[in-house]
T-cell receptor
């Protein structure tokens, strides 16, 4: 498909486990964003990549959160030693250029037990 | 923290009626965008209005922007049952310089057939 693809769609993990969430952006999109969306709330910015460079990670809530985009396409968001408050939907978005609309994937719903 | 705040947060209307949502923000912006989110899905971009624009139309959508009041409105005319969704405004603040979006809490719109 031509859209942003995220996997898995659902992830259940026990508290303390590590998880990895994958994002396949639209081919050729330079900018990639990760957002966290709590139930009933709007998305909140986590981090931004321009190609492979992580230019803004100021939204990451703690040092347990780590994101990478090594070849400037696929990105992975990793959460170490998960806690219950990490339960949320994690959304990935990509855009062609800095001043273009962002295209969102359907997200990964993460539940920490 | 989220910058945009929509008002009202829940709206129930009959099919064929118009729906209006408002959004306020706090900082200088490059642009303001409106997104739609169906339950369990990602966000779909609806319309982008730049800071030097006052009004924009796209199909049944009309967006206004008042930078002096730091507010925007989204009007959906002749609503359809398929318009049932959550609607978010998002601002691209000049402060960050990387097009990260700050979302409001969203409006839940229900269109009754």
């Amino acid at each position: 498909g031509a859209g942003v693809s995220q996997s898995p769609r659902y992830k259940v993990a026990k508290r303390g486990q590590d998880v990895a969430l994958r994002c396949d952006p639209i081919s050729g999109h330079v900018s990639l964003f990760w957002y966290q969306q709590a139930l009933g709330q709007g998305p909140e910015f986590l981090t931004y990549f321009q190609n492979e460079a992580q230019l803004d990670k100021s939204g990451l809530p703690s040092d347990r959160f780590f994101a990478e985009r090594p070849e400037g396409s696929v990105s992975t968001l990793k959460i170490q030693r998960t806690q219950q408050e990490d339960s949320a939907v994690y959304l990935c978005a990509s855009s062609w250029d800095r001043n273009q609309p962002q295209h969102f994937g359907d997200g990964t719903r993460l539940s920490i037990l | 923290s989220q910058q945009g705040e929509e008002d009202p947060q829940a709206l129930s209307i009959q099919e064929g009626e118009n729906a209006t949502m408002n959004c306020s923000y706090k900082t200088s912006i490059n642009n303001l965008q409106w997104y739609r989110q169906n339950s369990g899905r990602g966000l779909v971009h609806l319309i982008l209005i730049r800071s030097n624009e006052r009004e924009k139309h796209s199909g049944r959508l009309r967006v206004t922007l008042d930078t002096s009041k730091k507010s925007s409105s989204l009007l959906i005319t002749a609503s359809r049952a398929a318009d049932t969704a959550s609607y978010f405004c998002a601002t691209d603040a000049k402060y960050y310089g990387n097009n990260r979006l700050a979302f409001g809490k969203g409006n839940q719109v229900v269109v009754i057939p």
